[in-house]
């Protein structure tokens, strides 16, 4: 390979190829409502599942966010403390951040929720009673489900923020000690301030992947935005068209949060070097077909 070959930049997405995708989808859906197949794609209960949302949907739609949110603030949580604790220079802290980390990341999480709404409820051990907030009923289920993902997003937060913190210079550290900062003083000012723009990216791809992530909690019997559509589905037996529409619905969410996430990402990176690209925006970030250029600072759970 030249040297030519290897500092040609990339051109950019064709916009092109993303209406190619969206022809062909319509290509087969037309070939599924065509005479000659034997299927038959019903175009008004597809469409109306999505311009026209029942309650059902709307209510399910709303706890799908919900949940995300509340499960992702519990492992952001979990995830900084996680982090410090595998710093630490106390071992039986370092131990159990590591425990922690090692269990949540290498078991399913699909096990992991059973366990903590069945297995918890059977053994007596809790059984997740309703919480009524005045208006506000939150069910025993839904709990254990915000509770499961929290702490299995926790494992994967640690690894992206103790990431982060490695990825400051120590001179940050030993400057603000100097100033007289305690540790945790100038871990909350100082360093962590700075670590947000390399924890931010890794982290919105973490809440992408939350958004989708509730459909598992089908198996403990909420009524998210999945389990919407697959008890539809079971009373109208049009799977196609109904899960199909449960699709687009996901990715309308997930969609919408790549927009937040790059106006997040371009706030953050003002004032750094690199700042005038602005980093990836929404149409590079979700239609490009290219290999993007790899940034050293911008690290993963490992998922």
């Not at 003002?270 to 290999?291: E, H, I, K, Q, W």
Request: aromatic share 10%; hydrophobic share 50%; with cysteine.
């Amino acid at each position: 390979m030249t040297e030519l070959q290897r500092t040609r930049p990339f051109r950019a997405p064709r916009p092109a190829r993303a209406v190619g995708v969206l022809l062909l989808l319509g290509v087969v859906l037309a070939g599924c409502s065509g005479q000659k197949s034997s299927f038959h794609f019903e175009w008004d209960l597809f469409i109306n599942s999505i311009l026209q949302p029942d309650d059902q949907i709307k209510a399910g739609l709303v706890l799908t966010v919900v949940v995300s949110i509340a499960a992702q603030l519990i492992g952001v949580v979990l995830g900084i403390f996680a982090a410090l604790g595998k710093m630490s220079k106390v071992r039986p802290i370092r131990w159990f951040a590591n425990v922690y980390v090692w269990i949540f990341r290498g078991t399913p999480l699909i096990v992991q929720l059973v366990f903590f709404y069945y297995g918890l409820g059977v053994a007596k051990i809790y059984l997740w009673p309703d919480i009524t907030i005045g208006p506000l009923t939150i069910e025993g289920a839904i709990q254990a489900g915000i509770f499961a993902l929290g702490l299995n997003e926790g494992a994967y937060m640690a690894e992206i923020v103790r990431a982060g913190i490695l990825a400051i210079d120590p001179g940050q550290m030993e400057a603000a000690r100097a100033l007289g900062m305690t540790p945790g003083k100038a871990m909350r000012r100082i360093v962590l301030p700075q670590a947000a723009r390399v924890i931010i990216p890794p982290l919105g791809n973490e809440f992408n992947n939350m958004l989708k992530t509730t459909s598992l909690l089908f198996v403990l019997g909420v009524v998210e935005l999945y389990n919407v559509f697959n008890i539809k589905q079971g009373q109208s037996f049009r799977p196609f068209e109904l899960f199909l529409a449960c699709a687009v619905w996901f990715l309308l969410l997930t969609t919408i949060w790549g927009f937040i996430q790059s106006w997040i990402e371009r706030r953050l990176a003002r004032g750094t070097p690199g700042a005038a690209a602005g980093g990836p925006g929404v149409r590079a970030r979700m239609l490009s077909f290219r290999r993007p250029p790899i940034d050293a600072s911008v690290v993963s759970g490992g998922r």
